[in-house]
DNA sequence: CGATGCATGTAACGCGTTACATGATTAC
DNA sequence: GTAATCATGTAACGCGTTACATGCATCG
């Protein structure tokens, strides 16, 4: 069902077309939050045309159609947001393979946790750059938000990255 | 795909029958990492025989059977923990909903907000319960993986924390 | 006029959830 | 004896991925 929400979330930001929707998808949502590929993202906005929490506001070249929010639609996003779930379901491979490290030889498993500590490094010196670029038009209406998901993924690296360097501190004592 | 490698860690550490790796699961892994139910876990295990990657060890009351690890399970186990994806696939609801708060008004965010901060405050509370007891019993073999899974948990929840508290300090402004 | 990118769709298959279904053992 | 827990299974459905399939528009 998150799919639904995803899309409505996009699309309350601004209309768009299933295509740049599935654009949009892979630039915002895809690296922390949610993904969603377009086999599956045009049959769910049809579907949502279906239900009138999106319309068709376009037709333009190529049979592209953009679609925009409803004011249900609207409404159907608000009461998702205020309803969260008890029990939270975590399906994470990533964090999976932290877990399954026990498995392996501790010099293997050190090789991995070393790569771990690099990607996490990587991803944080992007995510900054970002934050750079974003606090320098600060003050735009609606950016708020996206300074929000940055800070999210910014601390989340930050803490993967000391959760490795403390492992591999301590696993050759 | 991660459900066979999942089960197989398990069994890595001891052997169990499906019902009490279901336990398992609730108890390690599904928190953070993964979860699965009894109605996917059997077949699956039937599957994992049939590949020879684990083998009946013990047949006991009310037909429970226990399955241990076989050697050729251990080396795929360690095959795909040597071989992470390229791409990794995220899907977690809680961060969705999170980057979704612009659609809210600034007042029913915040609500979201501190109840985040809440619930990262309770599981905090918690792990460093369990980091306490691991840390009394400190030095049984086969205890560090457990208190490296502890501390990743310790260090994600802190992270989340940190970042509700900033989120709500700059709400307002 | 050919390559690239825009744009949409669907069919088959696999993974995951919910619900249904059954029965043995243990503790009170 | 009856309630709780142990213990296993399967069928139907929904969500997600891969692969197949098509054609228009734009740029060079």
Redesign the interface.
């Known amino acids: 069902m ?1 799919l639904r ?2 899309l409505l ?1 996009l699309l ?2 601004a209309p768009g077309s299933g295509y740049e929707l599935t654009r949009r998808f892979e630039h ?8 969603a590929k377009h086999s599956q993202i045009y049959p769910e906005l049809t579907r949502l045309a279906d239900d009138g929490l999106v319309a068709v506001v376009d037709e333009g070249a190529r049979g592209r159609r953009t679609y925009a929010i409803t004011e249900p639609g ?1 409404e159907e ?2 009461e998702w ?2 309803n ?2 008890v029990h ?17 030889p501790a010099a ?1 498993a050190r090789v ?1 946790l070393e ?1 771990t500590a690099i990607e996490a490094e990587r991803e944080l010196a992007e995510l900054t750059e970002v934050v750079r670029a974003q606090d320098a038009r600060c003050g735009e209406e ?1 950016l ?2 996206g300074r ?2 940055a ?2 993924g910014l ?2 690296h ?3 990255l ?2 490795a360097r ?2 591999l501190a301590n696993l050759s004592a």
Chains 1, 2 share one sequence.
């Open positions: 998150s929400f995803a979330g309350d930001d915002t949502l895809q690296r922390y939050a949610w993904h609207r996003l608000r947001l205020r969260p779930p939270k379901n975590v399906r994470n491979e990533e964090v999976l393979r932290m877990f399954l490290l026990s498995t392996l293997e991995l790569q609606g708020w938000f929000l998901a800070e999210f601390r989340q930050t803490a993967t000391d959760w403390w492992a």
